[in-house]
């Protein structure tokens, strides 16, 4: 079967004196049937290319199921005197969502069952299910194909009818009133930007409370730990903006507490008729603030709690009614400090592996002296603690069951440092069987993100596992743009300087041959999103490095899209990338965005995977690349494209359909690595 060739149409785009021709432009006109023809031709291919390897994928999904518990229950969380949990059951693909009222021995009542909503489709994501103060209503949205565009509905829960509710156009985000009669909402533009809160009541009024016209800034509702306040948070690439209103009155007007200025970041909790303020305004890794509520206009009044350090970032923090929590980021590694508020005394809790990472888990009591965090490693399956902040007493709730008789002995992890070209000292996370000989003969497969200050931090996975028992390394570099370094970091691979996030790339590729883990025929590579963006940078400046490239809903025609304000998130998105209007940014985007860099040489085997109905990455971003690759490339490897016709970006929403598209990448990599077997049958 002879792959396809996307017609050629040309079309001229002028910017800044320069005439730059795009074929494929056209690949945009959804409506086109031609466009829908060649996106179901590249999925034919790509099936016909990927059967031989159908008993690799076969063999790979009954792997990851032999270590999934498939009938699992998550940890309950008690609010009020209600015990809220979901469970899972074999078979099902979905989630389903319980309570118990007073005890866990009580009945259980099932507050929604996600597989009878999902029945009649093929996309279901439950974006949001909020309980009422009173714990009698639900209010719950869905999406049905993947376009992160939501449907919200009411459903009563104490047996008793909820007032017909069906609003399209909507986020995923509630907040109740303490009233109990009515709600708060955001709703989408014509972008799929949040940008208006409104507030319904149960007798059907619906009011307007708030707009964003800046169509940088996103809006999105929060509500304080002591229930006293709710928040509309607006929030652009660099800079937040913050409202309050009284949650115990259905009728308030939202509070500007501090106004936005460009490059500050700042967010709000409320404890005892004090405001505490995270904010990075001359602190670029941050620090925290207290004022007390009826002064915090005065900047005079603002007390210093946790100052700048220019090592450790402060990420994040949670207040009790005794107690602050701090999440800090020190080297990579996260660490959980606590504050008794009455002695003022603080401790962090302490972890003993070399790579690990931690967050806290759902703690919505308030006058709780017990922090629930979750701790994972790329050796150590999940586990969720209870952890006495007084008495600092730990105490195991659950630990990720993985079937089969998984040992974490049998694994190692470790951290290594690559120096860059500049001096910087990049850190590589990899975990790998143990006994493995640095003798550059061993398949790697390396990660990679590096955008929007996320950090990727160090977990376990059951289904890597069929990675690892195959021999293969698998390594994640953290590079310049993410976060796992702290803002600096973040900061120094972004606008003018994101080349060094692909040079970072590169480097940790080198490093990992260099200390004998692998060599370039096999070595594969992975990332998705922005970190596709990075897969086919990457690609086009060292394509002999790598052997295979897994590019999933990759944001390769970056030039093009920050140069269309229309679409969903290019206008909040130019201070990451720039706005290419101005000549600087045209010119620093045009010198790396993958599709506009593509040139005739050899390129590694490479998967690309789409999602039609992706609001993020439109599918036209893979599907042009995919078409230039084609037009361009000089070598006979494969390259195939992968397009989901009813999904969006996150791909399938079911948990065995997700298994199968990870077993298909996993069979892609394997198969161009020459790898099928574990070890331990070779």
Same mark, same amino acid.
């Given at each position: 079967?002879?792959?396809?060739?996307?017609?050629?149409?040309?079309?001229?785009?002028?910017?800044?004196?320069?005439?730059?021709?795009?074929?494929?432009?056209?690949?945009?006109?959804?409506?086109?049937?031609?466009?829908?023809?060649?996106?179901?031709?590249?999925?034919?291919?790509?099936?016909?290319?990927?059967?031989?390897?159908?008993?690799?994928?076969?063999?790979?999904?009954?792997?990851?199921?032999?270590?999934?518990?498939?009938?699992?229950?998550?940890?309950?969380?008690?609010?009020?005197?209600?015990?809220?949990?979901?469970?899972?059951?074999?078979?099902?693909?979905?989630?389903? @969502?319980?309570?118990?009222? %007073? !005890?866990?021995?009580?009945? =259980?009542?099932?507050? +929604? $069952?996600?597989?009878?909503? *999902? /029945?009649?489709?093929?996309?279901?994501?439950?974006?949001?299910?909020?309980?009422?103060?009173?714990?009698?209503?639900?209010?719950?949205?869905?999406?049905?194909?993947?376009?992160?565009?939501?449907?919200?509905?009411?459903?009563?829960?104490?047996?008793?009818?909820?007032?017909?509710?069906?609003?399209?156009?909507?986020?995923?985000?509630?907040?109740?009133?303490?009233?109990?009669?009515?709600?708060?909402?955001?709703?989408?533009?014509?972008?799929?930007?949040?940008?208006?809160?409104?507030?319904?009541?149960?007798?059907?009024?619906?009011?307007?409370?708030?707009?964003?016209?800046?169509?940088?800034?996103?809006?999105?509702?929060?509500?304080?730990?002591?229930?006293?306040? @709710?928040?509309?948070?607006? %929030? !652009?690439?660099?800079?937040? =903006?913050?409202?309050? +209103? $009284?949650?115990?009155?259905? *009728? /308030?007007?939202?509070?500007?507490?501090?106004?936005?200025?460009?490059?500050?970041?700042?967010?709000?909790?409320?404890?005892?008729?004090?405001?505490?303020?995270?904010?990075?305004?001359?602190?670029?890794?941050?620090?925290?603030?207290?004022?007390?509520?009826?002064?915090?206009?005065?900047?005079?009044?603002?007390?210093?709690?946790?100052?700048?350090?220019?090592?450790?970032?402060?990420?994040?923090?949670?207040?009790?009614?005794?107690?602050?929590?701090?999440?800090?980021?020190?080297?990579?590694?996260?660490?959980?400090?606590?504050?008794?508020?009455?002695?003022?005394?603080?401790?962090?809790?302490?972890?003993?592996?070399?790579?690990?990472?931690?967050?806290?888990?759902?703690?919505?009591?308030?006058?709780?002296?017990?922090?629930?965090?979750?701790?994972?490693? +790329?050796?150590?399956?999940?586990?969720?603690?209870?952890?006495?902040?007084?008495?600092?007493?730990?105490?195991?709730?659950?630990?990720?069951?993985?079937?089969?008789?998984?040992?974490?002995?049998?694994?190692?992890?470790?951290?290594?440092?690559?120096?860059?070209?500049?001096?910087?000292?990049?850190?590589?996370?990899?975990?790998?069987?143990?006994?493995?000989?640095?003798?550059?003969?061993?398949?790697?497969?390396?990660?990679?993100?590096?955008?929007?200050?996320?950090?990727?931090?160090?977990?376990?996975?059951?289904?890597?596992?069929?990675?690892?028992?195959?021999?293969?390394?698998?390594?994640?570099?953290?590079?310049?743009?993410?976060?796992?370094?702290?803002?600096?970091?973040?900061?120094?691979?972004?606008?003018?300087?994101?080349?060094?996030?692909?040079?970072?790339?590169?480097?940790?590729?080198?490093?990992?041959?260099?200390?004998?883990?692998?060599?370039?025929?096999?070595?594969?590579?992975?990332?998705?999103?922005?970190?596709?963006?990075?897969?086919?940078?990457?690609?086009?400046?060292?394509?002999?490095?790598?052997?295979?490239?897994?590019?999933?809903?990759?944001?390769?025609?970056?030039?093009?899209?920050?140069?269309?304000?229309?679409?969903?998130?290019?206008?909040?998105?130019?201070?990451?990338?720039?706005?290419?209007?101005?000549?600087?940014?045209?010119?620093?985007?045009?010198?790396?965005?993958?599709?506009?860099?593509?040139?005739?040489?050899?390129?590694?085997?490479?998967?690309?995977?789409?999602?039609?109905?992706?609001?993020?990455?439109?599918?036209?971003?893979?599907?042009?690349?995919?078409?230039?690759?084609?037009?361009?490339?000089?070598?006979?490897?494969?390259?195939?494209?992968?397009?989901?016709?009813?999904?969006?970006?996150?791909?399938?929403?079911?948990?065995?359909?997700?298994?199968?598209?990870?077993?298909?990448?996993?069979?892609?990599?394997?198969?161009?690595?020459?790898?099928?077997?574990?070890?331990?049958?070779?």
């Amino acid at each position: 079967m002879q792959p396809p060739r996307a017609e050629r149409r040309p079309q001229v785009l002028e910017a800044h004196g320069e005439r730059r021709e795009d074929p494929w432009f056209w690949l945009r006109e959804r409506d086109d049937p031609a466009v829908i023809a060649y996106l179901e031709a590249e999925n034919a291919y790509t099936e016909a290319v990927m059967a031989p390897t159908e008993p690799l994928q076969q063999r790979l999904y009954e792997e990851f199921l032999g270590r999934i518990k498939e009938t699992d229950l998550s940890v309950p969380v008690e609010r009020d005197g209600w015990y809220y949990y979901s469970r899972t059951e074999q078979g099902l693909q979905y989630p389903i @969502l319980c309570r118990k009222r %007073g !005890s866990l021995a009580a009945p =259980e009542q099932i507050v +929604l $069952d996600q597989n009878a909503l *999902a /029945a009649d489709h093929d996309y279901h994501d439950l974006g949001c299910a909020v309980v009422s103060p009173d714990h009698r209503l639900l209010a719950w949205a869905e999406d049905t194909d993947g376009s992160e565009t939501y449907r919200l509905h009411l459903r009563a829960l104490d047996g008793g009818e909820a007032p017909a509710l069906d609003i399209p156009g909507t986020a995923a985000d509630v907040e109740w009133c303490a009233d109990n009669r009515s709600f708060y909402y955001t709703v989408l533009d014509e972008t799929r930007r949040p940008w208006q809160v409104r507030r319904r009541s149960l007798d059907g009024t619906d009011t307007v409370v708030f707009e964003e016209p800046d169509e940088a800034y996103f809006v999105s509702l929060g509500h304080s730990k002591d229930r006293q306040l @709710l928040y509309i948070s607006l %929030g !652009s690439n660099v800079t937040s =903006e913050e409202y309050f +209103l $009284d949650a115990a009155d259905p *009728a /308030a007007e939202p509070v500007l507490f501090a106004p936005r200025a460009h490059g500050v970041e700042y967010a709000i909790e409320h404890r005892d008729g004090d405001f505490w303020v995270l904010s990075n305004r001359e602190a670029e890794n941050f620090r925290l603030w207290r004022v007390a509520r009826e002064h915090f206009r005065d900047p005079a009044a603002w007390r210093e709690v946790v100052p700048h350090s220019e090592r450790t970032k402060l990420e994040d923090f949670e207040l009790f009614a005794g107690h602050l929590v701090l999440y800090l980021r020190d080297e990579g590694l996260l660490k959980i400090r606590i504050t008794d508020l009455t002695t003022e005394q603080s401790h962090d809790i302490a972890f003993d592996e070399p790579v690990y990472a931690t967050h806290g888990a759902e703690n919505p009591n308030y006058h709780s002296r017990v922090l629930r965090f979750a701790y994972t490693s +790329l050796v150590s399956p999940r586990r969720i603690y209870d952890y006495d902040m007084s008495s600092r007493e730990r105490r195991l709730l659950k630990e990720q069951e993985v079937p089969g008789g998984y040992r974490a002995e049998d694994y190692e992890s470790h951290r290594l440092w690559v120096r860059a070209d500049d001096g910087a000292e990049v850190p590589i996370s990899l975990v790998h069987r143990k006994g493995l000989a640095l003798d550059g003969t061993h398949p790697c497969l390396l990660y990679g993100y590096g955008s929007y200050g996320i950090s990727m931090d160090p977990g376990f996975s059951p289904t890597r596992l069929s990675l690892l028992d195959r021999g293969v390394v698998f390594a994640i570099a953290h590079v310049r743009g993410g976060g796992d370094l702290g803002e600096p970091w973040k900061n120094a691979g972004k606008l003018l300087a994101k080349q060094d996030s692909f040079t970072d790339f590169i480097r940790a590729a080198e490093g990992l041959i260099e200390q004998g883990y692998t060599r370039p025929e096999r070595l594969a590579i992975m990332g998705g999103s922005a970190g596709g963006l990075l897969m086919g940078a990457v690609v086009n400046l060292r394509p002999e490095l790598f052997r295979a490239v897994v590019a999933q809903v990759p944001f390769v025609d970056v030039l093009s899209t920050m140069q269309d304000p229309s679409l969903p998130l290019t206008v909040i998105e130019y201070d990451e990338w720039g706005n290419p209007a101005h000549p600087e940014y045209y010119r620093a985007i045009r010198a790396y965005s993958p599709y506009d860099n593509v040139r005739a040489q050899d390129y590694p085997h490479l998967l690309i995977v789409a999602g039609l109905n992706d609001p993020r990455v439109q599918y036209w971003e893979p599907a042009k690349w995919c078409a230039k690759l084609r037009a361009l490339k000089t070598d006979d490897n494969v390259l195939i494209l992968k397009t989901h016709m009813g999904q969006g970006h996150g791909g399938a929403s079911g948990r065995y359909e997700s298994l199968k598209e990870l077993a298909f990448d996993y069979a892609f990599i394997l198969d161009r690595l020459g790898v099928e077997r574990p070890t331990t049958e070779q």
